[in-house]
């Protein structure tokens, strides 16, 4: 039984208990900018005019296949390794964080 069938039946047996059924028939939506062919591309997928350069290339990402969205941005900086200790560094967060709010409840008490 297709769901056709079964909303047909489902309206028939509101339309047999005295009940007004109304339907309303979505607009069909058109393609977003990018999902049509397009000149020079492949189903979104652009292509690079003209030459390209040594600079040109990105340096901080690799490739992880062709399409849209295929880079992966390396993680740089503080948060790039995982620390050795992560049980004392969360205590330590958690001392600082009743330290602070013991600090700003003085404050809010003196004032």
Same mark, same amino acid.
């Given at each position: 039984? /297709? #769901?056709?069938?079964?909303?047909?039946?489902?309206?028939? /047996?509101? *339309?047999? /208990?005295?009940? $007004?059924?109304?339907?309303?028939?979505?607009?069909?939506?058109?393609?977003?900018?990018?999902?049509?062919?397009?000149? !020079?591309? *492949?189903?979104?997928?652009?292509? $690079?005019?003209? !030459?390209?350069? &040594?600079?040109?290339?990105?340096?901080?990402?690799? #490739?992880? &296949?062709?399409?849209?969205? &295929?880079?992966?941005?390396?993680?740089?900086?503080?948060?790039?390794?995982?620390?050795?200790?992560?049980?004392?560094?969360?205590?330590?967060?958690?001392? *600082?964080?009743?330290?602070?709010?013991? =600090? =700003? =409840?003085?404050?809010?008490? #003196? !004032?």
């Amino acid at each position: 039984m /297709n #769901s056709i069938t079964q909303l047909s039946n489902i309206i028939d /047996n509101l *339309q047999d /208990n005295g009940k $007004a059924v109304t339907y309303k028939k979505l607009r069909q939506r058109g393609p977003r900018k990018g999902e049509t062919m397009q000149r !020079n591309s *492949q189903h979104g997928r652009g292509q $690079a005019l003209g !030459n390209v350069q &040594g600079g040109d290339r990105q340096t901080a990402s690799h #490739s992880v &296949g062709s399409g849209k969205g &295929g880079t992966i941005t390396r993680v740089t900086g503080i948060g790039k390794e995982m620390v050795k200790d992560l049980h004392s560094v969360q205590q330590r967060y958690q001392q *600082q964080v009743k330290a602070d709010r013991r =600090a =700003a =409840a003085l404050e809010r008490r #003196s !004032n």
